[in-house]
């Protein structure tokens, strides 16, 4: 799982069609570090000495990929408690040494990772949700120091990533960061020629407003699963359309 990489990636843009490669990736950035609860206040005359980049509960770059993989891969099913709709292939941490905020998680295809991307954006899992299965009270260190600790409560920021470069042509890709907007029916004379050139498209009926991202049955197909998701639904047609939008 760890190692070092040559690879480059970049974020993927939000209107971007998905990237056309074997595997997706997601990269994560967030505080997994425990944070020690405040006790008895200690001044500098106290002869206690701080440690500075030494104490960390995660030590090394295993640790933490393993933690995560137990919390995120098909083995342990806990990807399914935190409401994300598929399970990680591998995970790396992308810092050299402790403290560790930069993770990859690879999933089986670049579908996987938007999907929980969309998931992980929508219900925003924390390091006390991913590591609700450790108990830090039961540190073996000597004197138990992480027994006062907790994971954070503040949301993880899930980005979907490529290693396939930034296509060179404006109309595979909106290099803009604020998203293309559908060109507004204009009412003047003088639009006539924009509007005999120009189709547009209103849909409804296809998902209920209604309806919430439902949890998945076991006898419901992935196409039945998909049409109980609105707002995966809403997003691939999203980016079905961008493909062809070059406003």
Same mark, same amino acid.
């Given at each position: ?81 935190? +409401?994300?709709?598929? #399970?990680?292939? =591998? ?5 050299? /040494?402790? $403290?560790?905020?930069?993770? *990859? !998680? ?56 490529? +290693?396939?470069?930034? #296509?060179?042509? =404006? ?5 803009? /960061?604020? $998203?293309?907007?559908?060109? *507004? !029916? ?62």
């Amino acid at each position: 799982m760890s190692g070092p990489s040559q690879k480059k990636f970049r974020s993927v843009l939000p209107h971007e069609p998905l990237p056309k490669e074997g595997n997706g990736f997601l990269h994560l950035q967030g505080g997994f570090e425990p944070k020690k609860r405040q006790g008895k206040k200690q001044s500098k005359d106290d002869g206690v000495d701080e440690k500075k980049n030494t104490d960390y509960y995660w030590k090394d770059t295993e640790s933490l990929e393993q933690a995560l993989m137990d919390s995120l891969s098909i083995q342990e099913q806990h990807y399914k408690y935190l +409401q994300l709709s598929y #399970p990680a292939q =591998s995970v790396q941490v992308l810092d050299p /040494s402790p $403290p560790f905020t930069k993770i *990859r !998680l690879q999933y089986q295809s670049p579908e996987e990772a938007h999907q929980v991307m969309i998931a992980w954006r929508k219900y925003k899992p924390t390091p006390s949700q991913l590591f609700s299965n450790i108990s830090l009270g039961d540190s073996d260190d000597a004197d138990n120091s992480w027994s006062t600790s907790a994971f954070s409560s503040h949301a993880t920021q899930a980005t979907m990533i490529t +290693q396939i470069p930034m #296509p060179q042509s =404006s109309t595979s890709a909106w290099t803009r /960061s604020n $998203p293309p907007k559908f060109r *507004r !029916l204009l009412h003047e004379h003088n639009d006539a020629k924009e509007r005999s050139e120009t189709r547009y498209v209103f849909i409804t009926g296809l998902v209920d407003p209604n309806v919430a991202d439902a949890d998945k049955d076991e006898n419901d197909s992935e196409e039945e699963f998909f049409w109980k998701q609105p707002h995966a639904v809403l997003e691939s047609i999203r980016q079905k359309f961008n493909e062809y939008d070059s406003s």
